[in-house]
């Protein structure tokens, strides 16, 4: 929880504005300034008026802040708790997202989380379209303590993706968590790459990969949503994993993940290193936006 407070800071620095305790529990809340501050921290429109729809006509003796609290957990929906499968042997999961959004961090963070777990993981650093993209992964690789699989710069991304699971399955790691390029969703040749990624990796074990995940930059807020809906075209994406929460103010976004993509948000990155992920939990993610922590 204190990680969530802390990295929150930025986000709830506006949200806190209006809902102060000294100002009567909130129940003087200026309705006005409310609207502003969600749109401001990137909160979706449609919700935005919901809220205040909902807060401007419920009875007085209604909480405002608990009735906020409600119709902000009720969008996220109930936590997905992830639990790396057993019986794929092994299960391969894709990162994706656009370029700097925390993919090679996050595959190092969850390969330092499956050993932890005391699992054999694989990363395989298929980001040969920059010179270093590959070997920033056999770094981390060598940091965790793990197995890695990667290719020069250059080389076929999706070749380099076969080969991993090709190992994994030679070596018995499990699971295998494969690193991409970053790219934006609006460059058509780099996008046609991941279709082709996946069919390699399913040629040489059937389901392969078996979930694929967007890692989304925080930082960009609403934007961030819009970039997912583009990838989701090209390959259907599974979970979310949203980095950089520490950082930001537009928290907000989070809120129209569940309902413009109608996929979980799993785990957020709140800090640099192998240890700063975090399974993504609604209610943690909500209090600490109100600062309802003693460390708030
Ligand atoms: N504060 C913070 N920084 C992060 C987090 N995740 C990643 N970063 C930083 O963001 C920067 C980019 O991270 P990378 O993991 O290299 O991003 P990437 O998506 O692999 O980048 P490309 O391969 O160039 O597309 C690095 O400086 C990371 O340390 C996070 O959760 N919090
Ligand atoms: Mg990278």
Do not use: Y
């Not at 969530?4 to 909130?26: C, E, H, N, Y």
């Not at 979706?44 to 608990?66: N, W």
């Not at 070596?171 to 790459?193: F, I, N, Q, W, Y």
Request: proline residues 5%; hydrophobic residues 45%; charged residues 25%.
């Amino acid at each position: 929880m204190v990680a969530w407070v802390t990295a929150l800071s930025k986000t709830r620095s506006i949200i806190k504005q209006v809902f102060s305790p000294s100002v009567g529990d909130m129940d003087e809340l200026n309705v006005e300034d409310l609207e502003e501050i969600l749109l401001r921290s990137d909160v979706p429109a449609r919700l935005t008026m919901e809220i205040v729809d909902k807060l401007e006509s419920a009875p007085r003796k209604v909480s405002r802040k608990e009735l906020l609290r409600d119709l902000l957990l009720d969008e996220l929906g109930d936590a997905q708790p992830f639990e790396w499968p057993s019986g794929k042997n092994p299960f391969v999961l894709l990162l994706l997202g656009v370029n700097g959004s925390g993919k090679t961090t996050t595959a190092a963070k969850l390969a330092h989380m499956a050993m932890g777990q005391g699992l054999k993981p694989m990363l395989c650093g298929s980001d040969t379209f920059r010179a270093a993209g590959s070997s920033q992964l056999k770094l981390w690789s060598e940091k965790v303590g793990c197995d890695f699989v990667g290719g020069e710069m250059g080389a076929d991304a999706a070749g380099v993706a076969f080969n991993a699971v090709d190992a994994a399955l030679a070596k018995g790691c499990d699971p295998v968590v494969v690193d991409s390029a970053g790219r934006m969703h609006t460059k058509t040749p780099l996008m046609d790459e991941l279709p082709k990624m996946c069919r390699a990796m399913n040629k040489k074990l059937d389901g392969a990969p078996h979930e694929t995940w967007m890692v989304l930059d925080a930082f960009l807020g609403q934007n961030a949503v819009i970039q997912a809906q583009q990838f989701n075209k090209v390959v259907p994406i599974t979970g979310i994993v949203i980095t950089k929460l520490d950082g930001s103010s537009k928290a907000g976004f989070l809120f129209s993940v569940r309902s413009e993509l109608n996929v979980p948000i799993l785990f957020t990155g709140l800090g640099e290193g192998e240890d700063d992920l975090v399974p993504f939990d609604p209610v943690e993610f909500v209090d600490a936006l109100f600062g309802d922590s003693e460390n708030a």
